[in-house]
């Protein structure tokens, strides 16, 4: 029984490790179509299914149209290029069936395949169905939806852009096939259209503010700057005490509002938060405001501060 590893199998450990993660993220991985379609019709036949017909198609949404048409019983696989064109455009603006995309042959089992073929190539373990699924997540798959009698594929991104392990970019998407694309800023997904207005700064200040998916309006504060926004709304820094702001907007909505700014040591991120203006407005200081968000007293705030 193996208890503790050797040098020379850390080494490898690594090696493993950084060959699998390589393959997403240098966005270099083509797809091997005739090693994929081997080994997806080995895993019908693992699974006790009849043999699939394989189609590969450019990205994830494609696959969800090849899906739904498909389920309406149209023979979209066999038709000619201009057939499934025709197909294709009359799906485009309709609403989507979501199909569920596979899972042991997805990008989603890299980290469990990853891990046993550490241990095959340290001779731990030996298994040749072991092999056939290590072998078709290397052949570039990404996602699939398997269907009876039908498996659709797709390769993986050709973009993958992060900051530090979370997709983003402020620029353009985040991450895209061809023909499909999607758009994130500090690893929260946005619509591309909001996503323009947020990075352009197109998007007036009092609406970023009441965007009502907290992640995301964290996400579009973080990009657009705290210092922009309380410029934007013409704030008035009212109190300053141990790394957190009070400001008073008066212009910006039906009645004063008062925000808190203050950096947050676990998630390392600049917050601005609204508080309680009756609250605020009597109490013009802003660890006491501070307080008040988390129901504390000042002084209980201040001890866990300076604890």
């Known amino acids: 029984m193996l208890k503790e590893l050797t040098k020379e199998q850390k080494k490898i450990m690594y090696q493993v490790r ?6 997403i993220f240098s966005c270099k991985t083509t797809l091997n179509k005739k090693e994929a ?7 019908y036949k693992y699974s ?3 043999e699939p017909m394989v189609v590969f198609l ?13 389920s309406q019983g149209e023979a979209m696989c066999k038709a000619e290029n201009k057939g499934r064109n025709r197909l294709w455009k009359k799906m485009v603006d309709k609403k989507l069936k979501f199909f569920d995309f596979g899972n042991v042959e997805t990008i989603w089992y890299y980290n469990v395949v990853a891990f046993y073929d550490f241990f095959q190539r340290i001779n731990i373990i030996q298994n040749k169905d072991l092999d056939n699924w290590i072998n078709l997540l290397k052949s570039g798959i990404c996602f699939t939806i398997p269907l009876e009698g039908i498996c659709f594929a797709c390769p993986l991104p050709k ?10 970019s402020d620029t353009k998407s985040a991450i895209a ?5 999607q758009f994130y800023l500090y690893g929260i997904a946005f619509d591309k259209n909001l996503w323009t207005k947020i990075t352009k700064k197109e998007m007036p200040v009092k609406d970023i503010l009441s965007m009502r998916n907290i992640e995301q309006r964290m996400a579009a504060m973080k990009t657009v700057g705290m210092s922009y926004l309380l ?8 109190d300053t005490q141990k790394g957190v702001s009070l400001y008073l907007v008066k212009n910006a909505f039906s009645q004063h509002a008062y925000f808190l700014k203050y950096f947050c040591p676990s998630t390392g991120r600049e917050y601005m938060s ?3 203006p009756d609250f605020a407005k009597k109490n013009p200081d802003a660890l006491k405001c501070m307080a008040s968000k988390w129901e504390l007293t000042r002084i209980d705030y201040n001890n866990l501060v300076e604890a």
């Open 274 to 276: 609204g508080i309680d």
């Open 231 to 238: 410029k934007e709304l013409d704030a008035e820094l009212l």
């Open 48 to 50: 006790g299914l009849k």
């Open 37 to 43: 379609t081997k080994h997806i019709k080995w895993l």
């Open 18 to 23: 950084d060959e699998w993660l390589d393959r």
């Open 177 to 181: 096939w061809d023909g499909y694309e």
């Open 58 to 70: 450019d990205n994830p949404y494609h696959l969800q149209i090849g899906a739904n048409l498909v």
């Open 159 to 168: 973009r993958i852009l992060r900051d530090g392990s979370k997709l983003h």
